[in-house]
């Protein structure tokens, strides 16, 4: 079975800061990989999601992750994070099937 | 399209009481799934419905938990009787099959959840 990995429990930041959360799973084959984001109190919506392709991946409001097959990562990017981007954010890869298996989540405190 | 809607938004009930909580995936969508998000385990797939049919319910804690799809727009999740460790955020979530050919992978859409306290 799948797993995912999500380094940082918390992770705190100043605004402008650059931000890289890390995400490794664990599957030998063909996987889907994703990040969402929940913010408080809300539910959770996808940020951006990889399948095949370009392994760099462009999501919404800046953010970017790049996967890299060969050490099993899908590290998601933001250049300049703003205060708005406090939240908490979920690694989750599908591998081949409709079910997902997420991570433990990351949760991001930025500071203004 | 309004999005995944579920209700309530909170409930508070005592121990041993019957819990209902209710899903209406997005129209046209043929998965649904439900998840249960606490601070310890983080979020757990419980059950998914394949056009209304379970397809896997081994993430079901115990028999106190059961969920029904009736028809394409409606499931529930119960708890009976509830316990205070039931205490979480549950969600249900629903996706297209069809998207994999559109977009090449399935998204999950999510609904705002139920925040339960079991007291």
């Known amino acids: 079975a799948q797993s995912v990995s999500q380094h940082n429990h918390h992770v705190i930041l100043s605004e402008a800061a650059s931000l890289e959360l890390g995400c490794n799973y664990s599957y030998g084959g063909t996987v889907n990989l994703f990040w969402y984001v929940q913010y408080p109190g809300q539910h959770l919506q996808l940020l951006l999601k990889?399948?095949?392709?370009?392994?760099l991946v462009k999501g919404i409001k800046g953010f970017e992750a790049e996967f890299i097959k060969s050490k099993f990562s899908f590290n998601l990017r933001k250049p300049s994070v703003q205060w708005s981007d406090t939240a908490e954010y979920f690694c989750a890869v599908n591998a081949g099937y409709s079910t997902l298996t997420f991570g433990k989540g990351t949760m991001l405190l930025v500071s203004p | 399209d309004a999005g995944v809607i579920q209700s309530p938004r909170h409930e508070v009930t005592e121990m041993g009481q019957e819990v209902t909580l209710r899903c209406k995936p997005i129209?046209?969508?043929?998965?649904l799934f439900w998840y249960r998000q606490t601070m310890m385990r983080g979020l757990e797939l419980l059950i998914y419905f394949n056009n209304n049919v379970p397809i896997d319910d081994s993430g079901m804690p115990e028999d106190r938990f059961s969920a029904k799809m009736p028809n394409a727009s409606f499931s529930t999740l119960k708890i009976q009787p509830s316990e205070p460790r039931d205490s979480a955020v549950y969600f249900c979530?629903?996706?297209?099959?069809?998207?994999?050919?559109?977009?090449?992978?399935?998204?999950?859409?999510f609904g705002p959840g139920t925040r339960l306290l079991v007291l």
């Open positions: 979530a629903s996706s297209l099959s069809q998207e994999v050919g559109l977009t090449g992978a399935e998204t999950q859409y």
């Open positions: 990889y399948f095949s392709g370009d392994p």
């Open positions: 129209s046209g969508h043929d998965y």
